[in-house]
């Protein structure tokens, strides 16, 4: 009987604990990124054409979503088109935005599909993976 009494207290204490926890994890920042769809066309204009053309201003920039999200495996790619003004004429940019997603961490990585701008920096984005 007296082992009973003693037990009580603590798997109280365990719930307690044990309901704290769930309550906070929702909350935490790392799931609340994964649920987080991602906006391709904002991707595009903060991320990515800032990478590939430095010196374009971004006011001048049209963007549009040219090929819905498609998931493959854990990579899931959508395709962008802009345009904007150059020194001379008025260009166009394609890419393949490509984001691998496992658990909270996503990363990028950009396949210039065309781009009819004669001026092209040296972009990682187009090589390598990189956490956004």
């Known amino acids: 009987m007296k082992a009973d009494i003693a037990v009580a207290p603590r798997l109280r204490f365990a719930a307690i604990g044990l309901g704290a926890v769930l309550s906070i ?3 935490s920042p790392a799931v609340a990124d994964t649920a987080s769809p991602v906006d391709y ?3 595009f204009k903060t991320k990515i054409m800032p990478c590939l053309h430095p010196t374009v201003k971004m ?3 049209a963007v549009e979503l040219r090929k819905e999200p498609a998931t493959s495996g854990d990579i899931t790619t959508a395709r ?3 345009f904007y003004a150059g020194l ?3 260009n166009s940019l394609q890419v393949d935005i490509m984001v691998r997603q496992s658990g909270s961490i996503r990363q990028l990585q950009v396949k210039v599909l065309s781009d009819t701008s004669m001026l092209h920096g ?3 984005l187009t090589t390598n993976w990189k956490d956004f």
């Open 88 to 90: 001379i004429k008025k």
């Open 41 to 43: 066309v904002e991707l």
């Open 122 to 124: 040296s972009c990682e």
């Open 59 to 61: 006011d001048s920039v």
């Open 25 to 27: 994890l929702p909350l």
């Open 80 to 82: 962008v088109e802009a």
